[in-house]
Every structure is written in C-alpha cells, then in structure tokens.
T-cell receptor, first 118, second 111 residues
Framework: GAVVSQHPSRVICKSGTSVKIECRSLDFQATTMFWYRQFPKQSLMLMATSNEGSKATYEQGVEKDKFLINHASLTLSTLTVTSAHPEDSSFYIC??????????????FGQGTRLTVV | GDSVTQMEGPVTLSEEAFLTINCTYTATGYPSLFWYVQYPGEGLQLLLKATKADDKGSNKGFEATYRKETTSFHLEKGSVQVSDSAVYFCALRTNDYKLSFGAGTTVTVRA
C-alpha cells in the first residue's frame, strides 16, 4: 500500500517553544491530509483537514493559532505546535489518501509523533 | 453527528482463545466501516474494512461483518496469538473522507 512518513517520531521540547511535525506521502500525491491527536488511553480525535494550496479546516475547539498547518505541496503537510505547553503533550498522527485511485479510498497513516513538553 | 461506540477494554486472553470486540455506530447516510490496529509504539494500520451492508471484511484471521440492521461491525478472531496484542479501533467514514474512531480496545494475549 501507499506509504505516509511522519517525522520526527519523538520530540521533547521546552515549554514555550514551537515544534514542527512533518507528514509526507512518499509514493503518491495527496491534496488532502488529516491531522489527529491521541491522548493516552483514548481514541484519535480529528484536529484539522489540511488542504494543499489553501487554508486548513479546523475541527471545533481546535485553536488554529496554536496548531499551524501548512500544506505547501502535494506530498507534504506540516503541523506546528506553537508556544507549546505541557498540556500539548500527546501523540499526533497524520493520514493521507491516495487520490490516484491505486490505493482505493483508503487513508494511510503515518507512524505518529510523540510530543512531550517539559 | 457520526459516532462509534466500541467495547471498553482492556481485554486479556490466553493464546488460542476466541476474541470478540463489539462495535456499533451512528451515522447519517451510508458509511464505510473499518478496523484499525495499533501495535505498541507504532501508528495505525488498516486491519480490514467493509463498504456496504452485509460485506464481510477479513484479514490475518480477523473478520467483521457490516450489519446495517443492528448498526454493528463486531471484530472476531477464532484463535488469537501473542502477536495480536495491540489496540484495536473501530472507525467509520462518510463521504468527506474524515474518519470517526471509537475509543479503542486494548487486547493483551498471554502465552
């Protein structure tokens, strides 16, 4: 199946700093990518839909100024957690759909990023 | 709105035991249904799917049947192995390609 690569897999940062997470579709193009957040022992919650060449669409309750999303190319979306605080510590995971039709209608997930803010 | 209700865990089983994880859903329209698996320290992997009523998805010995009349998509495996220890998520997807996930069920299989 199609491959989605997410980087970094783990990051520890100091409170107040910003962290950028990359999500790449390695062998297909994706005009739309999705960013999820997973709290310990809980399910994944959709944060936002990343649209290539336009603004991201955020789910209700997600601060767009806090979680900046940039989808500058057909294979790369980035999530920047700005002015991170300990409560932002979580597992962030992206997904993308192979819109060429080869991958059917599946969403392929990255490996996830474990963010710890200290 | 769309939602998925999944059997709470954790579930602990012995090898070769029968596994069932219940999943029911609420959705407008006709969703596609999925089971994803998350092994320790990894991201999600698609386990199986069904796109219309009465479809049966199957993979790696796991099965689930899309039951429209009961709005269910229960996951079953007849004989689990230690390597099946993971978190299992039931999910649905409607036309906008957004996925709604259940809370996840942690399964531990003991040798």
């Amino acid at each position: 199946g199609a491959v989605v690569s997410q980087h970094p897999s783990r990051v520890i940062c100091k409170s107040g700093t910003s962290v950028k997470i990359e999500c790449r579709s390695l062998d297909f193009q994706a005009t739309t990518m999705f960013w999820y957040r997973q709290f310990p022992k809980q399910s994944l919650m959709l944060m936002a839909t990343s649209n290539e060449g336009s603004k991201a669409t955020y789910e209700q309750g997600v601060e767009k100024d806090k979680f900046l999303i940039n989808h500058a190319s057909l294979t790369l979306s980035t999530l920047t957690v700005t002015s991170a605080h300990p409560e932002d510590s979580s597992f962030y995971i992206c997904s993308a759909r192979d819109e060429s039709g080869r991958g059917g209608t599946e969403a392929f997930f990255g490996q996830g990023t474990r963010l710890t803010v200290v | 709105g769309d939602s998925v209700t999944q059997m709470e865990g954790p579930v602990t089983l012995s090898e070769e035991a029968f596994l069932t994880i219940n999943c029911t859903y609420t959705a407008t329209g006709y969703p596609s249904l999925f089971w994803y698996v998350q092994y320790p320290g990894e991201g999600l992997q698609l386990l199986l799917k069904a796109t219309k009523a009465d479809d049966k998805g199957s993979n790696k010995g796991f099965e689930a049947t899309y039951r429209k009349e009961t709005t269910s998509f229960h996951l079953e495996k007849g004989s689990v192995q230690v390597s099946d220890s993971a978190v299992y998520f039931c999910a649905l997807r409607t036309n906008d390609y957004k996925l709604s996930f259940g809370a996840g069920t942690t399964v531990t299989v003991r040798a």
